[in-house]
């Protein structure tokens, strides 16, 4: 049993919930948002805060991933909810950043789709590549 399987059995946990979507529609970031707020009541959890914006998933600069980074450190939540990764973007070492971050002030990512994310295989073979790579140039 996962540490996050634990919690979600043992007690309520803080979630905020982050929807994006790449176009304008608005029935796709609706539709995320419903079924992430159904899945953190079916949970337990208390939603603190909800964040639903249009934006590229290549930038990583957008105004509502600022406001649940900036949630995350001030310690607001226990879990930010999201329907995939790429929600989150889709530069994978980008998105392992963004994950890193919220862990170091204690923020779990959980993705609705797949349960409780753990990059940490990724990051090894990241990081091995990249230190590669340097060690070449």
Wanted: hydrophobic share 35%; with cysteine; net charge positive.
């Amino acid at each position: 049993m996962s540490k996050t399987e634990q919690k979600i059995q043992n007690r309520p946990e803080r979630v905020w919930i982050y929807c994006r979507t790449g176009s304008q529609d608005e029935n796709s970031l609706s539709d995320q948002r419903d079924k992430l707020t159904d899945f953190a009541k079916e949970q337990g959890w208390e939603i603190v805060g909800i964040t639903a914006e249009h934006g590229s998933g290549l930038n990583y600069n957008r105004k509502g991933l600022k406001e649940v980074m900036k949630a995350a450190k001030a310690k607001q939540m226990d879990i930010a909810l999201a329907k995939s990764t790429c929600r989150i973007g889709r530069i994978t070492h980008k998105t392992i950043e963004c994950m890193n971050k919220m862990e170091r002030h204690g923020v779990k990512l959980i993705i609705a789709d797949n349960g409780d994310i753990d990059f940490h295989p990724i990051r090894v073979a990241f990081y091995m590549r990249v230190g590669s790579e340097k060690q070449l140039q």
